[in-house]
């Protein structure tokens, strides 16, 4: 199965930048459609952005599209998030997330039961 490891938070001030970055191993890469969610303190996690096989569809919540921007580099087994003009809103822990690519609407793969494969997270925190 495939393993995903995520790094890159830490604290930041509101309007600063931050790029995460999810380590994936124990699988074909490009197989895989990435996904990022994320989860504040005593709330659900939510969808965040995420970003087909070939790195050509992307998807992002209301809430972070025009600021965050996800990618990914094939050739290196990584997926990105991009954190631009950070609010105190965003302030959770990002959970980097795939499944196998099997032509499902963008749309659906908003919801968090569509994502088999998870990992540990890494905290971001926006300062006021």
């Known amino acids: 199965q495939v393993q995903l490891v995520e790094s890159g938070g830490g604290l930041v001030q509101a309007g600063g930048s931050l790029r995460l970055s999810c380590a994936a191993s124990g699988g074909t890469f490009s197989m895989y459609a990435m996904g990022w969610f994320r989860q504040a303190p005593g709330k659900e996690r939510e969808f965040v952005a995420h970003?087909?096989?070939?790195?050509?569809?992307?998807y992002y919540a209301d809430s972070v599209k025009g600021r965050f921007t996800i990618s990914r580099d094939n050739a290196k087994n990584t997926v990105y998030l991009q954190m631009d003009v950070l609010k105190p809103e965003d302030t959770a822990i990002y959970y980097c997330?795939?499944?196998?690519?099997?032509?499902?609407?963008?749309?659906?793969?908003?919801?968090?039961?569509?994502?088999?494969?998870w990992g540990r997270g890494t905290q971001v925190t926006v300062s006021s």
């Open positions: 997330t795939a499944r196998i690519r099997d032509g499902s609407y963008a749309s659906l793969l908003a919801l968090e039961e569509k994502w088999p494969y």
């Open positions: 970003i087909n096989w070939a790195g050509v569809n992307t």
